[in-house]
């Protein structure tokens, strides 16, 4: 079986220790998902399996055979377009180094999905409400598995307001 | 640093006393501070598009051919040998290409270690690196493993054996507080102040406080690890990096190898966060050493656990503060004595001992701080260094000492602000922190804070509100150099060896040149980040906008001489010296009569010219020698702290700032917001855990070591006066650094505010307040 990368089939490496994360970056120089700590606790790596958002430092390649993997690379249309997130981000000021950027942007992707179809977090007041209600704490809350150490956190949570707004209208 | 340094800045001082300040750099205010049409405004990063669709190519991206990829092997003692050394498992292992130990290690030298001497030296201390068995610190490297993929690096480094001879090893801050050392000076300034009977003063005011507050270990842990893809070609050796110190690493290599200075090329056009920590550590050496061994190309990228093992963090600190009052709140002495680790073969200061010296009109003075010598990882720079551990020290006593008068705090720091230099007397190029406490207080609205702790309450929760000074100098680099190349077009290309780590450089420079060379922003680019650019200093000490603002300010002088040089006599300029033009719509024109004018295509066409370059560069910082020169700001905080759990919650955090001219509000606010993101990680969670019995940090992940999160993170207001520092170029101070000072002691003083309990010891976790 293959694993789809933003469309295209790429063949699982041999070695079975190759993890999502080193394939993209090591075998297919897709360098935009980036690497902060390979042990789950930065965010810096995450990307879209089948449109949920996964740690691809804590998948292995071989988990994502017969999946769908969108990286931050195939988020844009054709050309030089950006997505609405990231140009978002560029517009509220969302990165510094830019580090961790593709991670927090993919990341809010899955998160907005999240949202909409109703899933609660440790802030929603009334589990019951669906879908919560789209707070900053509820924006926080959801992308705090995602560090920035440059403190772009402000600037995040503002583009991803700028996009459920924009989406929700 | 020595005796004689302190003579050499002391006797500098003196003579410039006697300069008139017109001659010195900024006797003429920078004519942008005032003329600004893309500088000061909102303006999106340049590398923004690149670094949102994750283009923008990092150290460990690089591609390369034949790559080999390294793992390293730390030594788990403190202090003693290698005894025995087993590495056949690990050679024999598949796809290991090399195992070097200190027994196959090549010669190297010790690398010219970082200061402000030798821009050319990035070394952090001053051990030999892996030439011989012996340990001295733990976590040093005893072995890197090559091999064909990361997995396999990886593997093969758990199969090395190592035994140790332990030795006796110093590990504990508390016993080597009896042996610490007195350095003569820190950094520029000498290290001992004893003026006006500080101890005589004290015992004699009306008001006093005198406490000890402790600061431990933090490591800056930039969400980028250090990495380098490394390559020797034809001899030389290339090294794309993760560094803030081009220039210096770049230097350094080639004294560690034996090589010319030209014999190394380094390239970091994008460094993923630094904080001081992307400087030059054994891995970038011990990386080219093993890829002239294996003759292969070698990508280093430290773990996680690497990365707090190789390079150095913030020093644990312990500072007593005294302060003596009249009743009306005036101080009369000032007492700041303090212990830092700083292992003897470290090289770089924390000079927490300076923020009093600075802030406030103390009558008399007691400072000095001491070094504790420890078996440890040498110590280094991090945001803000010296008065971010600094001013949690001294902006908590002011808050004791306003408590202790039953004053407002800031009405405190009113009747103390410095209005120039309390030690040496020399003027201020620029203050006003009390405008910005002004400016900050209305914005948190701090009429609402009620004075006596402990009085307001929501349910379980504690509210109370705290405000604090930061403070941090300001520095300007010699040396760094800019190159202007005016193309065929008339567009402007500036180009230095400087370094984007999120500051966004290339982005307030196009703002600059732009204004400079009165060209729309779309006719300029930046280019930075490569060894082969005109020279530049490090990226650090908030110096680098100013030192690149000097430069490019030189260089559009000397551009400006030679246009007119070659505009000769068939122009509408001839006969005016170039004193008498000024750059105007994409060329030269007259100051007094703007009808003459020529464009730069035009000039160049005529001349038969393609292109035309000039390179200036940033000249000796005596303005700092001469007046005090300082960026402060004025902190606020409004918190609750539950009684059940202890836990705090930062609700907003405002500061505000006078920092001289803002030349981009976006990118600036955002480097405010994150520098003092880092200050609420420092109050409230961070700390690097040290196991005291075997030298051994115990928090060597991101799951240990914590650091602000998104729902850690309020809304936080940046404001600033804007007021323009007339010795700086732009007018503007730096701001890279000065976020972080003064958050920790806010946020501290509002917890008493809140509480009543007055916590002296960071992080201010929920056991100090259950
Ligand atoms: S790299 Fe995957 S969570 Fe940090
Ligand atoms: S922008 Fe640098 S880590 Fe987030």
């Not at chain 1, 965010?43 to 399996?49: D, E, F, P, R, S």
């Not at chain 2, 508390?174 to 000076?185: D, H, I, L, V």
Request: hydrophobic share 40%; with cysteine; charged share 20%.
């Amino acid at each position: 079986m293959t694993i789809r990368v933003n469309g295209t089939e790429v063949s699982p490496p041999d070695d079975a220790r190759v993890s999502l994360l080193d394939l993209l970056r090591e075998h297919l120089h897709l360098t935009g998902t980036k690497k902060g700590c390979d042990q789950g606790a930065c965010g810096a790596c995450t990307v879209l399996l089948d449109g949920n958002r996964v740690l691809s430092c804590l998948t292995l390649a071989a988990q994502a055979e017969g999946s769908d993997v969108r990286t931050i690379e195939g988020l844009a249309g054709e050309g030089d377009d950006l997505h609405m997130l990231q140009q978002a981000f560029v517009e509220y000021d969302g990165l510094q180094c830019g580090y961790c950027t593709p991670g927090q942007i993919c990341s809010a992707i899955a998160m907005a999905d999240e949202l909409r179809r109703g899933d609660p977090s440790y802030v929603t007041r009334d589990i019951a409400a669906s879908p919560p209600p789209v707070t900053r704490a509820e924006i926080r809350e959801r992308m705090s598995g995602n560090l920035c150490r440059c403190g772009a956190h402000n600037g995040i949570v503002e583009a991803i307001e700028h996009m459920l707004r924009e989406t929700a209208a | 640093m020595t005796k004689l340094q302190n003579a050499i800045v002391g006797g500098v001082r003196a003579v410039l006393g006697h300069v008139p300040a017109s001659w010195l750099p900024g006797g003429t205010p920078d004519p942008l501070i005032d003329k600004r049409v893309a500088l000061g405004r909102q303006q999106s990063r340049v590398d923004g598009p690149d670094k949102v669709r994750g283009a923008a190519q990092f150290a460990a991206e690089v591609p390369m051919d034949d790559l080999l990829y390294a793992a390293f092997v730390h030594s788990t003692i403190a202090r003693g040998n290698i005894a025995d050394l087993d590495v056949s498992a690990a050679e024999a292992a598949p796809g290991v290409a090399l195992v070097m130990t200190y027994r196959n290690t090549p010669k190297l030298g010790v690398p010219p270690t970082v200061g402000l001497t030798n821009l050319k030296a990035a070394g952090n201390h001053t051990l030999p690196i892996m030439q011989d068995p012996e340990i001295r610190w733990n976590g040093q490297v005893v072995a890197v493993v090559l091999a064909e993929t990361r997995e396999q690096a990886d593997h093969a480094a758990t199969l090395v054996r190592v035994r140790y001879a332990s030795a006796p090893a110093r590990t504990r801050f508390e016993e080597g507080k009896n042996s610490a050392y007195t350095p003569e000076s820190i950094l520029v300034e000498r290290n001992r102040l004893d003026k006006g009977d500080a101890r005589r003063k004290l015992a004699e005011a009306a008001f006093k406080v005198d406490a000890v507050y402790k600061t431990p270990w933090e490591n800056h842990n930039p969400i980028e690890p250090h990495a380098a893809t490394i390559v020797w070609r034809d001899g030389k050796l290339i090294v794309h990096d993760a560094t803030q110190m081009i220039n210096a690493t770049a230097g350094s290599l080639a004294k560690v190898f034996g090589l010319k200075a030209d014999e190394v090329h380094v390239s970091s056009p994008y460094v993923g966060g630094g904080f001081g920590a992307k400087a030059m550590w054994d891995h970038q050496i011990l990386g080219a050493a093993a890829a002239k061994l294996a003759g292969r190309p070698v990508r280093v990228t430290l773990s996680r656990a690497s990365m707090h093992r190789l390079v150095g963090g913030r020093m644990r600190t312990e500072q007593r503060v005294a302060l003596g009052a009249d009743a009306e709140g005036r101080l009369k002495a000032l007492l700041h004595h303090g212990y830092g680790v700083k292992p003897r073969h470290s090289v770089c200061d924390e000079g927490f001992s300076l923020t009093g010296r600075s802030l406030y009109a103390s009558e008399s003075f007691d400072v000095v701080q001491h070094y504790v010598d420890l078996d440890l990882l040498a110590n280094s720079f991090m945001r803000g260094p010296g008065e971010t551990p600094g001013t949690f020290a001294i902006e908590c006593a002011m808050d004791e000492l306003a408590h202790a008068l039953g004053m407002d705090p800031i009405e405190l720091r009113r009747r103390n602000a410095a209005t120039r230099d309390a030690v040496s007397g020399a003027p201020h190029s620029q203050n006003a922190m009390m405008e910005a406490y002004d400016l900050g207080a209305a914005r948190i609205g701090w009429s609402r804070r009620t004075a006596e702790p402990g009085s307001r309450r929501e349910g379980e929760w504690l509210i109370g509100m705290g405000c604090a000074s930061g403070t941090f100098p300001f520095t300007r680099m010699p040396g760094t150099s800019a190159r202007i190349t005016i193309d065929g077009n008339g567009d402007a290309h500036v180009a230095s060896a400087a370094h984007e780590m999120g500051m966004g450089t290339a982005t307030v420079q196009r703002q600059h040149a732009a204004d400079r060379l009165g060209l729309p922003l779309d006719r300029v680019t930046v280019t930075i980040g490569d060894s082969s650019l005109p020279f530049a200093s490090f990226a650090g000490g908030s110096s680098q906008t100013a030192s690149l603002a000097a430069a490019v300010s030189a260089a559009s002088g000397k551009l400006a001489v030679q246009l007119m040089r070659l505009a000769g006599n068939d122009t509408p300029l001839a006969g005016l010296k170039p004193s008498e033009v000024e750059f105007a719509d994409g060329g030269l024109r007259s100051v007094d009569d703007p009808a003459r004018h020529e464009s730069f295509t035009s000039i160049l066409r005529r001349a038969g010219r393609s292109e035309l370059s000039a390179i200036g560069e940033s000249g000796a910082p005596l303005e700092i020698l001469k007046f005090s020169m300082h960026s402060t700001s004025a902190i606020f905080c409004e918190l609750r702290v539950s009684d059940v759990t202890g836990e705090i919650r930062v609700d907003r955090l405002v500061g505000a700032f006078d920092c001289g001219r803002i030349l981009n509000a976006k990118t600036a606010a955002s480097q405010f917001k994150g520098g003092m993101i880092m200050g609420l990680g420092m109050a409230l969670t961070e700390e690097t855990l040290l196991d005291e019995r075997t030298g051994r940090i115990m928090s060597t992940s991101l799951a240990d070591y914590h650091v602000p999160v998104h729902l850690d993170v309020p809304d936080i207001d940046v404001l600033w006066t804007d007021i323009p520092d007339p010795r700086a170029p732009l007018g503007a101070r730096g701001i890279g650094e000065i976020g972080t000072t003064g958050v920790a002691a806010a946020i501290a003083n509002a917890v008493f505010n809140a509480t009543g309990k007055r916590l002296r010891d960071l992080p201010l976790t929920l056991d100090k307040l259950i």
